[in-house]
């Protein structure tokens, strides 16, 4: 069973850091390519990032230079590194690979 487990969310004050982490099971990882997205509350989901198998990455505009993915394919683990957070960041970050998601875990982010 191919499964996606995040981890690390919680609540920051405005400013503040805070890093994901999502362990994937029963998937050729090292193949894979990791999407970090986020839905808000009364919002549509929104794709954060993506990390390929080549190691190439992406990241959405509203984040870009505050947040850093990489991944370390010895334990099957993708992180997101989340800096200068903002009130707008607070949402359910997921990871996905191949349209299976985790639950996701949540970041709140007060002003």
């Known amino acids: 069973e191919r499964l996606l487990a995040e981890s690390g969310g919680g609540s920051v004050q405005s400013g503040g850091s805070l890093r994901l982490s999502c362990v994937a099971s029963g998937f050729r990882f090292s193949d894979s390519d990791v999407t970090w997205a986020r839905q808000a509350p009364g919002k549509g989901e929104e794709r954060v990032s993506k990390i390929f198998s080549d190691g190439n990455v992406v990241y959405a505009s509203a984040v870009k230079d505050r947040f850093s993915i990489s991944r370390d394919n010895s334990k099957n683990t993708v992180y997101l590194e989340m800096n200068s957070l903002k009130p707008e960041d607070t949402a359910n970050y997921f990871c996905?690979?191949?349209?299976?998601r985790g639950q996701g875990t949540q970041v709140t982010v007060s002003s």
């Open positions: 996905e690979i191949d349209s299976i």
